[in-house]
């Protein structure tokens, strides 16, 4: 009974205390013999983390398939657990069981696409060049689960707002995998200085300018 307890009380501290230092830790990203021609940005809602493209810096292929309002600038792209976006869009929403299936379980994910009309003050903006950009659309466009046809598969929820859809998505939400970490992932590919590994959006944000 005490190595069980000891095991319970343990692991969530272990794991407290590798996010915290991997979220200390940054990459060492090579040096970029390019212009940053571009400016991306990265949101967060106090918890959750969202990648933030001028409309025109979306992949065409990628913005034909996507249903944005009109009057567009910016395009915010979020991964994570399908289940807790569609039945938590305010966290006096949440309850135990979704909490739960999110946390310590592998689940379904999704896309969330949110059209923006205007930029924010809070927006953490990142400078990037023509490579870069073509790096962080491949990623985003490989996070949008497609059918055969190699078509989007939107969600059949009509979203938080009229501004805002969701979309299947590739890969399963864990607490090693969180929607914070497929941002970071998103701008380690991008070739921007960010965390080792940080599955809260402050160890993200600590390594931007």
Not at 105 to 128: C, D, P, Q, Y
Not at 130 to 157: M, P, V
């Amino acid at each position: 009974m005490k190595n069980g307890l000891a095991l319970l009380i343990g692991l969530p501290v272990l794991y407290f205390a590798a996010a915290l230092l991997l979220s200390v830790l940054p990459t060492h990203p090579s040096e970029k013999n390019c212009r940053p021609e571009h400016k991306i940005f990265v949101s967060t809602n106090g918890v959750h983390l969202d990648i933030i493209l001028p409309v025109e810096n979306v992949d065409p292929d990628l913005r034909s398939q996507l249903q944005l309002a009109a009057g567009t600038r910016f395009v915010a792209f979020g991964w994570g657990d399908k289940e807790f976006y569609i039945k938590t869009p305010e966290w006096s929403d949440l309850t135990f069981p979704v909490a739960f299936r999110a946390l310590f379980l592998k689940t379904e994910t999704a896309m969330h696409v949110t059209s923006l009309g205007r930029s924010f003050n809070n927006w953490k903006e990142v400078e990037i060049c023509d490579g870069q950009l073509h790096a962080l659309n491949n990623y985003i466009d490989s996070s949008f689960k497609k059918n055969a046809t190699g078509e989007l598969q939107k969600l059949d929820f009509p979203g938080y707002t009229c501004q805002d859809d969701f979309y299947e998505a590739n890969g399963k939400f864990t607490i090693f995998f969180t929607c914070n970490v497929w941002a970071n992932n998103a701008l380690k590919k991008t070739g921007i200085k960010t965390a080792v590994w940080s599955p809260f959006d402050f160890g993200v944000l600590h390594h931007l300018p």
